[in-house]
């Protein structure tokens, strides 16, 4: 017991310590984190595509990793140049938006017989819209900016990838931790896997259903939204909200009738609960097994300290922790209040039996 505050005291320490290490070190952190993500899912869509058969044969791996990377790389130019451009023409067109909400709250104003009538600066601070725009509009040159930083590292990771096991193995003189090391490893690999796969499926799926509707009601930067709805559909719970309002108050100025902005922020609504509830959950079962209070708790935290990024980030983070921790004696209590129900299985057993710390 009279351990107990010190060990207490020495983890408040440690994680303050990490904390800011992760502020201070974003620049970077960060490039080399999506370095990782990339990397990650250019071998899983490597794997994808030689595990397609072409009749009796199957592309080579000195094939298939090239194949994937200049398909991620292409998508992704393509992506950042659509976003960008409907970026500049939001930015045009802003101060009109901006003038028809402002006349809009007037006019309800009127008909509710309000005596002093709201105005747009009643409601956010002044140059809102342009600030906001403005910081899409950073974030899409950072992450362009970023670019060959990234593609550097994700060359690097490439090229180093069929050492990385041999290094581990001798960074451990047991060879049962060395073991214990890679089936964390894979048991980590394959809840990612599962997880990023499934995501990103039902957020493509999003993206293009939202740009979809939008393009049916003529709604300018359908492209636009479906982005913001495919990347926000990663970030848990307030995602799915942010990217419905963004269109619906768009629809609200720029329609001369309140019968599109129904109708969008309907159907926006109907297609994000359909496929966040519904699909999803199907999909997904109960494989993360996740509070969804530590959901929030860690959404809060990535964000604070790595913003969009770590929002994005924030599942996946939480994920490695859980099951790292649920593999030692010491953490396992953590495992247990992170996870949704209580049950993070048994750690992981080595020769046929359980792990020994």
Not at 254 to 267: A, E, K, M, N, R
Request: aromatic share 10%.
């Amino acid at each position: 017991m009279p351990r107990f505050p010190a060990t207490v005291a020495l983890v408040l320490v440690s994680i303050s310590l990490i904390g800011w290490l992760l502020v201070i070190g974003r620049a970077l952190l960060l490039p080399f984190v999506i370095a990782l993500l990339v990397w990650y899912l250019i071998n899983a869509l490597s794997a994808a595509v030689r595990s397609i058969p072409f009749g009796p044969w199957h592309l080579p791996r000195a094939v298939a990793l090239p194949a994937a990377l200049a398909v991620i790389f292409g998508i992704s130019a393509i992506v950042v140049d659509i976003v960008t451009a409907n970026l500049t023409e939001l930015a045009r067109d802003a101060p009109v938006y901006q003038a028809r909400l402002d006349a809009l709250l007037k006019t309800y104003s009127t008909r509710f017989g309000l005596a002093d009538p709201l105005a747009l600066r009643d409601l956010m601070p002044d140059n809102a819209f342009d600030q906001a725009i403005a910081a899409g509009a950073n974030a899409i040159t950072t992450i362009a900016g970023s670019a060959s930083l990234v593609f550097i590292y994700v060359l690097f990771l490439l090229l180093e990838q069929s050492t990385f096991d041999r290094k581990m193995a001798r960074l451990f003189v047991s060879p049962d931790r060395a073991e214990m090391v890679f089936k964390v490893r894979d048991r980590i690999t394959e809840a990612l896997r599962h997880y990023l796969g499934i995501k990103t499926a039902v957020s493509a799926l999003t993206g293009l259903l939202t740009s979809g509707l939008l393009v049916m009601l003529g709604l300018p930067y359908a492209a636009l939204f479906g982005f913001i709805a495919f990347l926000l559909n990663y970030i848990p719970t307030i995602g799915s909200l942010i990217s419905v309002i963004f269109p619906s108050l768009l629809a609200l100025v720029y329609f001369d009738t309140l019968t599109p902005f129904f109708i969008i922020s309907l159907g926006l609504g109907t297609i994000q609960f359909s496929i966040g509830n519904l699909l999803e959950p199907r999909l997904m079962g109960n494989s993360l097994n996740m509070s969804g209070l530590v959901i929030m708790l860690s959404l809060a935290f990535w964000g604070a300290i790595w913003g969009v990024t770590g929002m994005v980030l924030c599942v996946p983070l939480t994920v490695m922790v859980l099951i790292i921790c649920a593999q030692f004696p010491g953490s396992r209590p953590i495992a247990v209040l992170l996870s949704a129900d209580g049950d993070v299985g048994e750690p992981i057993a080595l020769n046929g039996s359980p792990k020994e710390s």
